[in-house]
């Protein structure tokens, strides 16, 4: 598992982006629930992720965050990683940001690509 834990703020709201290799939905929901049994990350607002799986095709989960698995799911396909999650973390601070929170969870996402790749 890797994991950025402070990769952007904006008006209250904090960005964290974990992934690592996953097998099947089965992996996925696994990786997702040791996340959240993590202190810092259990205390979260949202845990958007998407995964291409090799046997089952693309899944996401937004958990709250309208589209934000959608964005993940289309940055992932377009790298050509393959049972791969990604997980972008928002404590929400208590602004809405509208359209920067997609931005931001690009930035994410782009942070985790960037690591992951070397």
């Known amino acids: 598992m890797m994991q950025i834990e402070d990769v952007l703020r904006d008006r209250g709201s904090r960005y964290a982006v974990s992934g690592g290799k996953v ?6 929901a696994a990786f997702v629930a040791d996340l959240r049994r993590v202190r810092k990350f259990a205390k979260a607002t949202h845990h958007s992720w998407a995964c291409v799986l090799s046997e089952g095709g693309p899944v996401k989960d937004d958990d709250g965050e309208s589209g934000a698995g959608a964005v993940i799911l289309r940055m992932l396909e377009r790298e050509g990683l393959v049972d791969t999650i990604v997980v972008v973390t928002r404590w929400y601070g208590g602004v809405h940001l509208g359209g920067d929170r997609f931005a931001h969870i690009v ?7 960037a690591d992951w790749r070397g």
Do not use: D
């Open 23 to 28: 097998a099947g939905r089965a992996g996925c």
């Open 107 to 113: 930035t994410c996402v782009r942070a985790f690509l």
